[in-house]
């Protein structure tokens, strides 16, 4: 079965610091999509950055960017430089197949401290 | 352009009642897919409907049932409802037929159940 592991329940930062998220995940397939969401109270999610995984080149987008090891099935969120609306739920979510079926992990809520 | 409404925003039932919730995918989408989210855990893919036809289904007991409509827009309907059906329902639209990676959320609906 396809599972998602995010290891980490709780993490805290201070404003304009770096923190990193982690998440491990479990397939048997070599084509397939990772993705970091962000649920902030409003509890609508929001897809903050993705990675193909035949893409070697780890994803950015702004501030954050993402650590992809293929071979440790790891993929790790790095948010720098981190601003108080950072503060949310981070889900990490694999998907493989045609259709978006998503798998979640448990998430990390993060604590952002001016 | 308006993105993924679900509506209500906050329903309460009690064990045994049946309720419908209801989403409107965003504008140029066609395929739907319903999650839910129990408190403290990451969300879990209910199915997925295209075409008026449900083409993908997650590991939900028969209780749980949906539609779309020709509009693209859908219903989850929930029959003898228990309480740990209480949860966050979360509704997600693609385009291309399910294909694109890009997945919309909604906000939510949070079902109350006593």
């Known amino acids: 079965a396809q599972t998602v592991t995010q290891s980490q329940p709780e993490m805290s930062v201070q404003e304009a610091e770096t923190v990193t998220l982690s998440c491990t995940y479990d397939t048997s397939e070599s084509d397939y999509y990772l993705f970091w969401y962000k649920q902030p109270p409003s509890r609508q999610m929001i897809l903050v950055i993705r990675q193909e995984a035949y893409k070697q080149q780890n994803a950015t987008e702004n501030r954050f960017s993402v650590n992809f090891q293929k071979a440790a099935k790891s993929f790790s969120l790095k948010i720098s430089d981190s601003q108080l609306g950072d503060a949310a739920m981070y889900f990490c979510a694999h998907k493989e197949g045609g259709y978006n079926k998503l798998i979640f992990g448990a998430g990390t809520r993060l604590a952002v401290h001016p | 352009d308006a993105g993924v409404t679900q509506s209500p925003t906050h329903l309460i039932k009690t064990r045994g009642q049946q309720v419908t919730l209801r989403c409107s995918p965003k504008?140029?989408?066609?395929?739907v897919s319903w999650y839910q989210q129990a408190l403290g855990q990451g969300p879990q893919f209910i199915f997925q409907y295209y075409e008026e036809e449900e083409r993908q289904r997650g590991n939900f007991p028969d209780r749980f049932s949906g539609h779309q409509f020709p509009n693209y827009s859908s219903e989850l309907n929930v029959n003898a409802l228990l309480l740990g059906d209480s949860a966050l329902y979360l509704c997600a639209s693609s385009g291309v037929g399910g294909t694109n990676e890009k997945l919309f959320f909604g906000s939510g609906t949070q079902l109350s159940v006593l």
């Open positions: 504008s140029g989408h066609d395929t």
